[in-house]
């Protein structure tokens, strides 16, 4: 049976030793590293889960602008986003792909109330936080 040890924690190195086999992963648990590259040149803060993949993104003091939040199309795992002041529509619409994404917080935004209807059609389960 495969077991997964955090690389975060060089100890268990020492545990490699009783495996059988051992498999290397690289990269980042599936996500599109040239993505996640460009994320974090505009200053976007990522969180990452124990298997490497992004699941946290803020945009907030950020260079990022809407057209920059279609980035995360490319990385599936995302549940959880800290928007940034210039967010508006064109940006909300680009989080539709992210299926499983857990209420952003859009109240400070520049996000319509058209917008969050329409992200809502989109992603029904996702409680979106709006003024």
Known sequence: MPRTLPVAHPHYLASLLLLGAVTLFTGCGGDDSAAVQKLKTLGVGLGYDENGAVNEVDFSGSKATDA???????????????????????????????KKLQGPDVSKTEVTY?????????????????R
């Open 114 to 130: 058209d917008g969050v209807k329409a992200l809502n059609r989109l992603l029904p389960r996702c409680r979106i936080a709006f």
């Open 68 to 98: 920059d939040v279609a980035l995360l199309r490319r990385l599936p795992g995302v549940t959880t986003i800290y928007v940034g002041e210039a967010l508006g529509d064109e940006g909300l619409e680009q989080l539709a792909p992210l």
